[in-house]
């Protein structure tokens, strides 16, 4: 079964609002990060948040960790139609690769 | 100057042939990887190698073979494809070692159709 789990797997805004995608997982991490990928393009890194942090910022981006709960969110705050995208969460266990979460598909409509 | 770049970006053939996808990066990072995601987006690690040596053999069938020449190159060969095999295949890169902060660099994906 999967490390990570994104929810909502769908979700849908208006520009402007903030977006909010959580993700679980089942065992101890190292460190989680989250990437977003447009349609038919590549993978590109966000943010990386290590199991002894609780919170980072990134311009826009705010993630957060609960290692007690095995859960992390990020939030997108004022959202753009340029912020359509799915997003991955991927959590490193120590000596492993990242696994993947099935991701959250987000849309932002204008 | 694109960092990871695989090619081709689209693949159509046929079940039973042979094809392979070439991967290069000019990160200068030492491990590279190669993920498939399924058409529900699903992204699954297949292998990695670290300084051309392999590293991660995930459960993959031996029709999928992996060679790096190099650091700086992994390719896919697939034998006999199957329909099963209709996918993106994404190559990645990463630096290992101090200071490493865990960032898989992304090539832009080939999508292989097997007919």
């Known amino acids: 079964s999967q490390q990570g789990e994104e929810d909502p797997q769908a979700l849908s805004i208006q520009e402007g609002e903030n977006a909010t995608m959580n993700c679980s997982y089942k065992t101890s991490i190292n460190n989680l990060q989250w990437y977003r990928q447009n349609s038919g393009r590549g993978l590109v890194h966000l943010i990386l948040?290590?199991?002894?942090?609780r919170e980072k910022h990134s311009g826009r981006l705010r993630v957060t960790l609960d290692t007690s709960k095995k859960s992390s969110s990020l939030l997108i705050t004022a959202s753009r139609a340029a912020d359509t995208a799915s997003y991955f969460c991927?959590?490193?266990?120590?000596?492993?690769?990242?696994?993947f979460g099935p991701g959250t598909r987000l849309s932002v409509l204008p | 100057d694109t960092a990871v770049s695989q090619t081709p970006k689209y693949l159509v053939t046929q079940m039973g042939n042979d094809k392979s996808i070439k991967c290069e990066q000019n990160?200068?990072?030492?491990?590279m990887y190669w993920y498939k995601q399924d058409s529900k987006k699903f992204l699954k690690i297949m292998f990695s190698y670290n300084n051309k040596e392999l590293i991660i053999n995930e459960t993959v069938p031996n029709r999928f073979s992996p060679k790096s020449p190099d650091k700086a190159h992994l390719n896919l060969h697939i034998n006999s494809l199957e329909l099963g095999d209709s996918a993106v295949y994404f190559c990645?890169?990463?630096?290992?070692?101090?200071?490493?902060?865990?960032?898989?660099?992304f090539g832009e994906g080939s999508r292989l159709t097997v007919l």
């Open positions: 990645a890169s990463s630096q290992h070692g101090r200071g490493w902060t865990g960032e898989l660099f």
């Open positions: 948040i290590r199991s002894n942090e």
């Open positions: 991927a959590t490193r266990v120590t000596g492993q690769n990242f696994v």
């Open positions: 990160l200068g990072h030492d491990t």
